[in-house]
Structures are given as C-alpha cells and as structure tokens.
C-alpha cells in the first residue's frame, strides 16, 4: 500500500514496510514512523508472520489502523510546528509517545461526540 494524505496543507507518503526489512523499525524496537523533513509515515506490515505471530486478521486490521492514526497524529503535531517547540525538561512534549498514543486512541470517540451534536 502506498497512499498519500494531506496533513495541514502538506502531503505525507503512507508505506507499509515489513519490520524484518526495515531497518528504521528494526533499530527503533518500533512498529511505525514519521519522519517529517521526508513528509513520509510508514507502518509496519501485521501480516507478517515474523513480527505478529499470534495476531488474527481481525487484530491485525485493528492495529494497522490504530498505527496509522498514530503516525498521521505526529504528522499533524510535526506541521503544526509543535514537534521541536514544545520543549520541557525532559523534551518536547508533542514528541512524547504517551501524548501522541492518546490522540491517536481518543479520536474515534472524540469525532463521534462532535458528529453527534455537530460540532463539525
């Protein structure tokens, strides 16, 4: 799969590369990246066996979405300038996984509430 998507006016390239073959995820311990000087997401493939041994489709599905959005969800904090400006002691906080992971999660249920009293 190779997509692309518009992130506040700039276009980021969605791979999904295997984990085995790619030596960012590999290194990194990682299962996605995004890398905003490329303007470039990748997620990891969760059909293979190597990386997911237990995981069904159904899994699979949900974790490649979930990656996704958390990948597309450091993309939109990079081009809103908050990935190096954010800094704190102990770094910046849009860098921050548990932040990121938490947008990333939350979203569905968030879009839902503002569908549902359109809010949008």
Not at 53 to 72: G, N
Not at 92 to 111: C, G, L, N, S, T
Request: hydrophobic share 35%.
């Amino acid at each position: 799969m190779v997509k692309t998507v518009n992130i506040l006016g700039t276009e980021y390239r969605i791979e999904v590369h295997k984990r085995s073959e790619d030596e960012c995820m590999r290194k990194n311990g990682a299962d996605g990246y995004c890398s905003d000087d490329g303007k470039l997401i990748v997620i990891a493939d969760t059909s293979e066996k190597e990386s997911f041994p237990d995981m069904t489709d159904i899994e699979q599905s949900a974790y490649r979405k979930r990656l996704l959005r958390h990948e597309i969800t450091h993309a939109f904090l990079d081009e809103s300038g908050l990935q190096h400006c954010s800094s704190v002691p102990m770094g910046a906080w849009a860098r921050h996984e548990e932040m990121v992971d938490w947008i990333a999660i939350q979203f569905p249920k968030i879009m839902k509430a503002f569908q549902e009293v359109g809010a949008l």
